[in-house]
Antibody, heavy 122, light 107 residues
Framework: EVQLVESGGGLVQPGRSLKFSCAAS????????MAWVRQAPKKGLEWVAT????????YYRDSVKGRFTISRDNAKSTLYLQMDSLRSEDTATYYC???????????????WGQGVMVTVSS | DIQMTQTPSSMPASLGERVTISCRAS??????LNWYQQKPDGTIKPLIY???NLQSGVPSRFSGSGSGTDYSLTISSLEPEDFAMYYC?????????FGSGTKLEIK
């Protein structure tokens, strides 16, 4: 059974940093691209970043480029998100998701974690 | 970015009813459209990929259709577990974008 378990969220002040992780199990982690998708309180879903299977390429939404870093440790089957220079608008639940690659497109987010809450506030 | 407009934003419906949720893209997305369900506890699962393909394990009462800029998700006969939020998502161009969601509520 595929499982994605996030950990490490919390309350952080604006301008500070936070790093959290997603532990994967039930599939060969190193074969799949992974992503972070966030959801601000009472809002919809918003893709944040994707990292390909071996970590050699990463993709970000414009609003987090230069501030967030997605990374992975395939030996530990773990995905990370380092968030720097945090802003109030980064307040959200962050979901770890497997990002299926169909040979042409990074298409479906086919498995999701339960999410971790990040609150950016002074 | 491609904007995805979902209608309605909320929909009261009854058990056994047939419902359709619509999703319109700001430009053509060549059927690169997925649907997701989010339960009140936050759990998210995919339902439909590439417009009309049922994800493994999803009941056959769910179906998807559409082309160009207009897509829809239909539930043929509502079950109690179907009352949830639904989101469409395009992946024709980066960044992948989601609709604003449709809340399916018990009438």
């Amino acid at each position: 059974e595929v499982q994605l378990v996030e950990s490490g969220g919390g309350l952080v002040q604006p301008g500070r940093s936070l790093k959290f992780s997603c532990a994967a199990s039930g599939f060969t982690f190193s074969d799949y691209a992974m992503a972070w998708v966030r959801q601000a309180p009472k809002k919809g879903l918003e893709w944040v970043a994707t990292i390909i299977y071996d970590g050699s390429s990463t993709y970000y939404r414009d609003s987090v480029k230069g501030r967030f870093t997605i990374s992975r440790d395939n030996a530990k089957s773990t995905l990370y998100l380092q968030m720097d220079s945090l802003r109030s608008e980064d307040t959200a639940t962050y979901y770890c998701a497997r990002h299926y690659y169909d040979g042409t497109y990074y298409s479906l987010f086919d498995y999701w974690g339960q999410g971790v809450m990040v609150t950016v506030s002074s | 970015d491609i904007q995805m407009t979902q209608t309605p934003s909320s929909m009261p419906a009854s058990l056994g009813e047939r419902v359709t949720i619509s999703c319109r893209a700001s430009q053509g997305i060549s059927n690169y459209l997925n649907w997701y369900q989010q339960k009140p506890d936050g759990t998210i699962k995919p339902l439909i990929y590439y417009t009309s393909n049922l994800q493994s394990g999803v009941p056959s009462r769910f179906s998807g259709s559409g082309s160009g800029t207009d897509y829809s998700l239909t539930i043929s006969s509502l079950e109690p577990e179907d009352f949830a939020m639904y989101y469409c998502q395009q992946y024709d161009s980066s960044p992948p974008t989601f609709g604003s969601g449709t809340k399916l509520e018990i009438k």
